[in-house]
């Protein structure tokens, strides 16, 4: 199929009026733009209220999915993917995504999964992308397991997860790396429901500037962005979010050390391990890292880790070197399978270089950001994760309250009514 064949349809159903069915339209829209680049549309109930923390200029679901990347095609869609619960413009095999609690999954329309109230957005984000991943799969003729589901907040047996609205946010962080998972993480933070964003405190890190070629996998980038500076996209973002920024426009050092008043809580998204060993000696009392799959056999793949004195992160990546350049070229047959499955554009575009799909850092992100609401919260949390979202589970970590003195909140979520419209923006 060509690039341009690739188009997808959204079906928002009456019921999806909560923030979590909000935040998997507009995390569906933005991230299945990048994939489907022939468009994507909104059909349904789109001209409902938006209820969404996320930080764009309306109160109407459907103008917020057209800043953030909807667009009309012509004909049918090549996929469609449901928000809700049942919609007669739904076909049977049509993917739905759903959320309950800290879960979140995909199955097909004619499944039966039942959605909570909606007050968690991270799981309404884990299950927008996870659905605009399966659609992507069938797109290639792939198998898809039905159903699929990610759990934000693994606990051991005989242990509940905290209530969304019980636990609280995290008030201080900075991030280091601002490429697609860095967007992806300052996604995840911004569709939290602060009471008082002013009461968050980021430090954005990154030296590079935004290219053409970011458009691909990350979602903070417009094509009017070309050319500036990564942490002046983001701190644009988050700025329009009313957390309290500040930038540091190049990369880190190995004579960095954090003062008292910085943030000692770090996110990273780097994509070098030699970077990641610096942190070690900066100062920071907890690290959540993130990395994602380099070649076109793991695209599919995140991990997130939990790093703190009793883990350190230098330790970790010990004797491992970073990939060299040529190494990340996708192997000669996954090389003629991606060109027959979307054309030598598509090849072209991904060879020599990450080939992360933006759906997968998106879920990466919201896993990362739950890691770190289990962390300020003083919950145990699974301290190492990884996983092909191709597979059924993660490989998983021992549970761990994570030792971070310097840890900062910014409260609890604010409760919003799960009724679009039902708050003024």
């Not at 980021?202 to 962005?225: F, G, H, I, P, Y």
Request: include cysteine; proline fraction near 6%.
């Amino acid at each position: 199929m060509r690039l341009r064949g690739l188009t997808l349809e959204i079906v928002v159903c009456d019921d999806a009026t909560t923030p979590a069915a909000h935040a998997a339209v507009l995390t569906a829209v933005s991230v299945g733009s990048r994939t489907f680049v022939g468009g994507v549309r909104l059909v349904g109930a789109v001209d409902q209220r938006l209820n969404s923390a996320l930080p764009l200029p309306t109160q109407i679901l459907a103008a917020a999915a057209e800043l953030v990347g909807a667009s009309p095609f012509e004909g049918p869609p090549a996929q469609q993917i449901q928000i809700g619960a049942a919609s007669q413009l739904a076909e049977a095999r049509t993917v739905r995504a759903w959320w309950n609690g800290w879960r979140a999954g995909i199955g097909t329309a004619g499944e039966c999964t039942i959605c909570d109230i909606g007050e968690n957005p991270l799981c309404g984000i884990v299950g927008g992308a996870l659905a605009v991943g399966a659609a992507f799969d069938l797109a290639r003729r792939r198998a898809v397991e039905f159903p699929t589901e990610v759990d934000l907040w693994p606990s051991v047996p005989g242990d509940e997860p905290p209530a969304f609205t019980e636990v609280y946010l995290p008030g201080a962080l900075w991030l280091v790396g601002l490429g697609n998972l860095g967007q992806a993480f300052l996604w995840a933070l911004s569709a939290l429901p602060y009471a008082n964003p002013a009461d968050v405190a980021l430090v954005l890190q990154d030296r590079d500037k935004v290219s053409e070629e970011n458009w691909a996998t990350s979602v903070l980038v417009r094509s009017e962005t070309y050319g500036d500076l990564k942490t002046k996209v983001a701190a644009a973002w988050v700025e329009a979010k009313g957390f309290d920024v500040r930038r540091l426009d190049r990369r880190l050092l190995a004579s960095d050390r954090l003062e008292d008043n910085d943030p000692h809580v770090a996110l990273c998204g780097v994509d070098k391990i030699a970077a990641r060993r610096l942190m070690a000696q900066t100062g920071f009392q907890c690290i959540v890292d993130a990395g994602l799959g380099r070649k076109a056999s793991d695209f599919n793949r995140y991990r997130v880790t939990v790093f703190d004195a009793a883990r350190p992160i230098d330790k970790h990546f010990e004797g491992q070197a970073d990939t060299a350049k040529g190494n990340e070229i996708p192997d000669a047959h996954a090389y003629r399978r991606l060109q027959t499955e979307v054309g030598d554009c598509g090849t072209a575009e991904i060879a020599g270089a990450s080939v992360a799909a933006p759906h997968v850092s998106a879920i990466a992100a919201a896993v990362a950001v739950s890691r770190l609401i289990a962390i300020t919260s003083a919950c145990p949390c699974r301290v190492g994760e990884v996983r092909r979202l191709s597979e059924p589970k993660p490989k998983a970590g021992p549970q761990a309250i994570i030792q971070a003195r310097a840890v900062q909140h910014a409260g609890r979520p604010l409760r919003r009514d799960n009724c679009a419209g039902a708050e003024e923006r």
